[in-house]
């Protein structure tokens, strides 16, 4: 199967997930994906992809327009033809949308009025590729009040939200990204953000690495010029770190993914609301008196317990490692094993981040009307084709939803197909992507202001500080005042009066 | 003042009664109303039940078939056609509906089971007029299966769900009801219920109190036959307390509002799930951290502080009694009055039962982005119509939420238009229904076989004991397992081992 | 067996009352105690009383000063000797634990302030049989500031607080109690606040019945002057209910036991703090992981259930009525027979009223270092006396802790010999009998002044507009503020603005 | 400036804060403390000693016995007499004490049954200075149990549990601790276990330093046999870090104090219940209704402020760190400075490893009644010297209790005189206990055993593994059942199928 095998594609707190074999592509990727490659690849990813901000936009292209967008002269108001979308003519509805994000972002309007006085990224030049969403059009403008000039394009074929491209777009964006963007799509908007006489990126900032790879691979003399790239996901971390170890990576590379802030934020508080949301969008199901068992007792699995326990379900934890486990036990949940409770529970949640947690056996062991669904890792935790067998009748009953129905007329009702069930069917809350979003737009104002010698062609993660300066902008969104240390503290602490306050290994 | 000042609006969760004008119904009922008082009553009514049970019934009618049911000949894949509804091609698309609600309401179905040997209704000749829904269908289907002949309208004009209707029409019973009728349609479709050749009813199942008076108005010789009256609403409940008082009442009546279960389920538990779902699902706002004002600490205000300090959120509660403002105390929420918080709140909600609770003057000084919604009293507590005015400007930014913009930007986010956002945006679970629904047909059953005597022309409650047995009916849902009272026991504690087991006051 | 058979237990929090042998005391109460029946008294009711106030009271009484106090001369520092105490020299030690008292019961200050102004019970001769407690203390004063004149004696003969006793006596009043009375002592200090020339009793403040019915029996004319009764006890009130029923009552009375504000203090909230108290003193427990089953799901139960969940125990659920049980499930506690879980749990508590909940084949059962305990009903509801056997060890490790240890060396722990664990091993709020207290208070004022007629010779429960005004003088405890009804929201609601604001049953 | 002016005496999860001058004491520790001095260290350490253990060794001597220790022959009953402690006539009880603890320390008796097949510490020699109590005496007996020989003194010259010494003495321990050591007794004790003809220790165990300490300054060729260190507490591990930093550490070490389980557990699940027990212990207080500001939201904090809300409290945080900050507004607290709440809490607990941090002035501000305690560090957090004013007046009102009186009347209620409340008020679950005791005998294990040059001269963290290793020992006591990995899933994972499961820097 190649080099890739054992590729952790575990994405916890990605917003969606890559799947796209990085071997392969090398070879691959500008070639006109066949019927049949187009198809697995739409499987694997599409729907995620598709519903992951259905709330959100709930603006729907009902046109029935199918010419695509790459064959269209596009034009905004004021004359500008650079870029490529979906329909210019939605920008004021996407403008309403980026506004709204910005009331739940306060971290990056605050580094927006900061930048009336200072523009620490004049003279940047930051290509980006991320999902386009209100939220990342927040972060381009802010990023362009900092003295930036950003061209961008999708890093998902499915996840743009079309009327904020169009906003964007209409506000003087070099942007070229629409939704349901084919592969051959995506390379070529990845492409029109980098080839441009007479432009060229001296920053980088990306989301699963593949506007990395296509410099690496197209335009590698572009790293002369680049200073650094800031990097998001899992995915793109590793990629990162595997290009590092092997001696290629040519500049200093931001990790965002693993900061304190990050970490916390999108896993145990953000799953804690989307669990109930998922769930209760999905099957109306009422959740006192439930019996859940969750798979994992990480950071998702906590907040998915944490949640649930709240509104009255009963629920079981099964864990590998010892000691999460004696956190589920003091926390008050039963640890058992899957077996133990598979005929009795009405919910199964899966968040280890492994594959095959939950397998034909147990589905076959499942009440009648169990919901399955998934918190944890893409789409490889719950066997779910091992239910595509003849025997068994799939039926959508709702969009998301899959009742699976054994022979003796049992039924399962399967969410989102077994992929993540927070970007499928709940949204992401804006103030916790603003706290991610905030940290990119901080590694990139420091790769690009540090002074030489201070990164080396290393992959690194933002200075304690920094993660602290993040947390200390969204206090104002709750009304929240921090103390400050006296002088005669600090020094009895041994801190700094103005931080870090903790060891880097402090989470 | 106008026809439609008393319509019942449909009050599932509210506590305290509609103040209606019963006298001048009287007079007014039956006109045909005016084109504009029809128009404000859409304004009124209109969302609340249509959005109601809005992801329940996902199915859209997207068909331009303009023509009144009342116009159109319609039958049965039996050749049946006593019925009027929208759309009988989608029987199956409400089956499926029904079959899914069946797996939440146990009760019912154990019912069903218990059928098999005895028919208690058989001879039961029940006329009914409620909300036509999937759970409406299984306790339809249930008195059939107990030897009930059925003929049914529903209760609102806009809460319908039409495939249910048409599964129902399929399966042979006479339902007169539409989503979308008019004040006219309404009425008509009642009438078709009870005006028929040969078939007089001899039980009436009420939800508001309609159709009770449609027969006493209309038919009242029809009273000699009807052995009872169970209804379910407070509007319903109150009308028929003002007969008893009045002396008019001429048969017995079961209060089924006032019931124990009704009354813990309906209110703590069902709210403390929908509060969060409501929020969520119109407005994706993010629990954790964010300050919300809940306005009265009854059942409704218990369950949604509950629900929202268990995510995260700081809650401040208002109350005007002393007991419940204890309460709230002793359960960790600080009481105030609204005008100390309501500058600082991200979240204002109403559960008081009172009008005018946020006024003008307060959401003059909310904050920007501060999220109005209702929980409690139909559409009086929030002074909607203070936002009526020119200087606001008001713009949709999706199905049920406002923002109403004040003239130096600040936008207030009103959900629902001050309606009961748990009908409005969310769904109420089945399971909670069920009780409500098996409390129904048991009321049924007892009035149809109760001796000569036992009741008179009064409204009573039900038995404690059989508020035990509904509940009883349930316990097997959550794998829960009674334990019996030796006889030892029992007479130490001067119980029958079978119940009931708590004084009728006690809750 | 004997005469103390039916000896009335405090039984402060328990919901059911003893089954008192009310006939036989008739005849016996005044004989004096064989040796035997006191030893066997002592067993059954000591250590309940003795360490009900055991943290509260830590001064020891560690003189050897064995002489009773009914043969000493005691005089106060004024020369005043109407009062019979353990010893006057502790008065100053006592007036410090009233006056901490005083700071947690904000009601009596308040009714204490406003009787600057009028004096309610001026004229009023009380006699009262309480447990002596600083909060009683508390009491009283207020009670003389309101213009009442007291004398008072102990309801129980273990309960006394000698320095408190001392305090009073110091500070004039005519007490009669200590700790350790005899049986005959106990009717002695009753008939010492009686029986006295040119004084005579117009109001009578009960707990337990004692008092009531010693003037019932020795002075019957009394009653002519009475205006009234006040009753705290389920028991007293148990009495009264049956006087009341055998025609035999000849004044008003009031059932303080039965006000909401008691009922949901006392249980709910008292008992949620209690346990955890009860179990850390006695036994150290670690709370978080355990398993635990609680037996019973009433206000006790619920209390307990919340506590212990919340602090990471995994609870289980027993019961007997079905509404309790579905709200239990609701609650996320799994709902179990005892026998299904016997043999896991680490910790069981009753909370019933019942009696032999726990029995002897359930201990047996049992695993190794179980802790079992009662937070229900006196001392009913384990069977105690059935580990009284010669094969099981019994080991008294601690106070109110004993290791019975079955042959095979495993340990059952057993708490307080099955009494009631919050009053023998917790300390019960101040601020909660300050709610009592102060009905108490209000209960006096109430019958002392009402006009002729109001009061019949029955049984009366407090208002609710009383029990409204005593939860609203603890308010401001809280700094909570009360939100006043408009005249318009008033009229809408149909209730005065100022209360009472929930119909009669509301709780 | 002197060396130790600086040392972090802050022993957050230590059982009992070294004060013990390290400078001082290299020149004076065996002198004969002068009256003064001795005194002075009283205040500082004593009562935080004498308590922390109170409720486990509720035995008391109340013998006149005032002899030393030190002058009495003292002879177990087998003959034997190298040891020397209190009263070996207290070994009965004291062996109760010890099987008790045995009960809650189910890793070190799953040890023992391992060591039934193999004797790890065959041959080892352990001298060990450490709190002498049941649980310790389970480890002893344990490390025996395991192959080593043991001797024994006291870390701290308050906290031994005589009749745990006696228990040990009797099994044939050669102990040398006892109740209220002074200073001199407590090095001679030190000195009487290394200092023995004939065998020379191979392990040292040390909570604090000092034994390590002794033998550097006394006997420093002994470390020639020494084959490790196992240090326990913050301050040792300090020291310990120190002398590796400065080239002098002359045998590897293992720092158990900051391994995962022992932070986790100690600070985050004990404080979560120890700031309840320990408040309820000293105050009786309510906590429902409360105000409480809790100082610091590290692990310690986060426990506090969990536990108050669970139980009805309204919880204030304060904060210098802006992610823990982050962390309680998302866990819903309100983030204030002091100021800003100091006038309105109840209660006011420091949780900071600060100084200083309740000053006078807030003292000033505080309301009537207001309790303050300490949960974090040592005495330092609160400003207690600024209380011992002449205008204040102290008044002790029961034991760790102290009312403070301002000239106006007010009272603040200081517990443990601003020492640690959960050491000096409540007691420490044996089964946190049992964690770190599991995590030293492992780790004397590991060193023991290690092969030539896995350790250098230097400080170590235990392996990852056997941290897990001493959660999966714990999992039984909660009859927690892991889950397996399957080889196809540990590959995928790319883990060991018996971990460590995680990467080191997790908690």
């Known amino acids: 199967q190649g080099a890739n095998k054992g590729k952790p594609l575990w994405s916890h707190s990605s917003h969606l997930c890559q799947q796209i074999q990085f071997a392969d592509q090398k070879q691959e990727f500008n070639k006109r994906p066949t019927k049949i490659g187009r198809r697995s690849l739409s499987r694997s990813i599409s729907q995620s992809s598709t519903d992951s ?23 905004n108001s004021k004359g500008n033809g650079d870029f490529c979308i979906k329909n210019i003519k939605q920008a004021d509805f996407g403008r309403r949308e980026i506004e709204i994000a910005e009331q739940e972002m306060p971290a990056l309007m605050a580094l927006r009025k900061r930048a009336q006085g200072e523009k620490p990224l004049a003279g940047a030049k930051v290509v980006g590729c991320t999902h386009i969403t209100a939220q990342t059009a927040v ?6 009040a900092l003295g930036a000039q950003c061209r961008w ?35 070529w908007c990845i492409d029109r953000c980098v080839n441009l006489e007479g432009w060229q990126p001296n920053m980088i900032l990306d989301d699963g690495g593949d506007l990395t790879h ?11 010029k680049i200073k650094g790239i800031v990097e998001e996901s899992v995915t793109g971390v590793h990629r ?23 970490q916390k934020f ?7 609301e989307s669990i109930l949301d998922g769930l209760k969008r999905t099957t109306d199901v009422m959740f006192g008196g439930k019996q859940v068992v969750v798979c994992g007792y990480g950071e998702v699995g906590k907040g998915c317990c944490a949640a649930l326990k709240a509104m009255g379900s009963i629920v079981y934890v099964t864990e590998i490692d010892p000691i999460c486990a004696l956190q589920a036990c003091m926390d008050g949940f039963r640890l058992v094993k899957l077996n133990e409770v598979i005929r009795q529970v009405d919910i199964v949640i899966t968040c280890t981040g492994n594959k095959n947690v939950v397998v034909r056996e147990y589905l076959d062991r499942m009440k009648n009307g169990c919901i399955v669904c998934n918190m944890g890792h893409s789409n490889t935790e719950i066997d779910v084709a091992s239910l595509r067998t003849p025997e068994l009748t799939w039926e959508r009953v709702r969009s998301q939803v899959d009742h699976v129905i054994w022979p003796d007329g049992k039924r399962i009702v399967l969410l989102a197909e077994g992929r993540l069930l927070n970007l499928s069917c709940s949204t992401v809350p804006t103030f916790v992507l603003s706290i991610t979003a905030t940290t990119q737009a901080l590694a990139l104002i420091e790769l690009y202001n540090a002074p ?19 947390a200390s902008l969204h206090l104002p969104t709750f009304d929240a005042h921090l103390t400050e240390l006296s002088d005669e503290q600090a020094k009895y602490l041994g801190l700094n009066k103005n931080g870090p306050f903790k060891p880097n290994y402090y989470r």
Chains 1, 2, 3, 4 share one sequence.
């Open 240 to 262: 990162l770190y595997q290009l590092s170890k092997a001696g290629k990576l040519c500049v200093p590379a931001m990790n965002v993914n693993d900061s304190v802030t990050k």
């Open 452 to 470: 030489e010698g201070r990164y080396k062609q290393d992959v690194y993660l933002l200075p304690k500080k920094m993660d602290e300066y993040v």
């Open 214 to 224: 296509w410099i690496y691979k197209k335009y590698p003399n572009m790293f002369k």
């Open 266 to 272: 999108d896993n145990l508080y953000c799953c804690r």
């Open 53 to 75: 901000y259905g709330s959100a936009a709930s603006y729907t292209d009902s046109s029935d327009d199918e010419t695509s967008p790459r064959d269209k002269q596009q034009k």
């Open 153 to 187: 394009a999708a890093c998902n074929i499915y996840s743009t939200q079309n009327e904020v491209a169009a906003a964007l777009a209409e506000g003087g964006f070099s942007v070229f990204a629409w939704k349901g963007e084919s592969e051959d799509d995506f390379w």
């Open 139 to 144: 972060l381009m403008e802010t990023l362009t």
